[in-house]
Nanobody, 127 residues
Framework: QLQLVESGGGLVQPGGSLRLSCAAS????????IGWFRQAPGKEREGVSC????????DYGDSVKGRFTISRNGAKTTVYLQMASLKPEDTAVYYC????????????????????WGQGTQVTVSS
């Protein structure tokens, strides 16, 4: 079973930046498409961003487009979510997830294909 761990969350001021990381407990992540999702109190979980296993395909939710950037590190051990121009409404628990359909060279911000989930990291945007 693939196990994922998120890190990098914390408290930031509005307009600030934060970088989240998603890593597997072992091995690399380049076999899998990786998605970032978030869930705020009282709200449904929403797709934030995704990156394909090859890294060539990326997608973003409308609410974060132009502010967030997803990427893989060179060793393919980590997927990052760089968040800029953060707003209070970005406050949520952020989760990364892996698409079980390995080597697809595709990704989606819909939750259907993602069977492997991390435990989340809290991002709080507040002054």
């Amino acid at each position: 079973q693939l196990q994922l761990v998120e890190s990098g969350g914390g408290l930031v001021q509005p307009g600030g930046s934060l970088r989240l990381s998603c890593a597997a407990s072992s091995g690399t992540l380049d076999t899998y498409a990786i998605g970032w999702f978030r869930q705020a109190p009282g709200k449904e979980r929403e797709g934030v961003s995704c990156i394909s296993d090859r890294g060539s395909i990326r997608d973003y939710g409308d609410s974060v487009k132009g502010r967030f950037t997803i990427s893989r590190n060179g060793a393919k051990t980590t997927v990052y979510l760089q968040m800029a121009s953060l707003k209070p409404e970005d406050t949520a628990v952020y989760y990364c997830a892996a698409d079980w359909r390995a080597n697809r060279n595709s990704c989606t911000i819909g939750m259907g294909p993602y069977n492997f989930w991390g435990q989340g990291t809290q991002v709080t945007v507040s002054s």
